[in-house]
């Protein structure tokens, strides 16, 4: 129904910056929450960035001044600039939408999860 696609994780050393986007794609009349989270082995996963619709946004205290959340006017591609990243931002970081569809079916969605690494 709605499909999530990621793209920008890699390999980066400490104190770089990296840019990951979500495109959402499908019948979709509106999506009100986009937000990315994170998840390392072993840890519960981490809300990391979210922006609603109306533009509000909300990070984790770990990423707050480094990374930087934003979407495009159509609100169906989200971006997650992160700089100054620390080896401790590496994870699978994934992509995920709360959507309502013109048929009135609403969901949620996941992106298949893209890889940051930090490390020199």
């Known amino acids: 129904q709605v499909q999530l696609v990621e793209s920008g994780g890699g390999l980066v050393q400490p104190g770089g910056s990296l840019r990951l986007t979500c495109a959402a794609s499908g019948v979709i009349f509106s999506i009100n929450v986009m937000g990315w989270y994170r998840r390392v082995p072993g840890k519960q996963p981490e809300l990391v960035a979210s922006?609603?619709?109306?533009?509000?946004?909300d990070y984790a205290d770990s990423v707050k001044g480094r990374f930087t959340i934003s979407g495009d006017n159509a609100k169906t591609t989200v971006y997650l600039e992160m700089n100054s990243l620390k080896p401790e931002d590496t994870a699978v970081y994934y992509c995920?939408?709360?959507?309502?569809?013109?048929?009135?079916?609403?969901?949620?969605?996941w992106g298949q999860g893209t890889q940051v690494t930090v490390s020199s």
């Open positions: 995920n939408a709360d959507w309502l569809l013109y048929t009135g079916k609403r969901g949620t969605s």
């Open positions: 922006i609603t619709r109306g533009g509000s946004t």
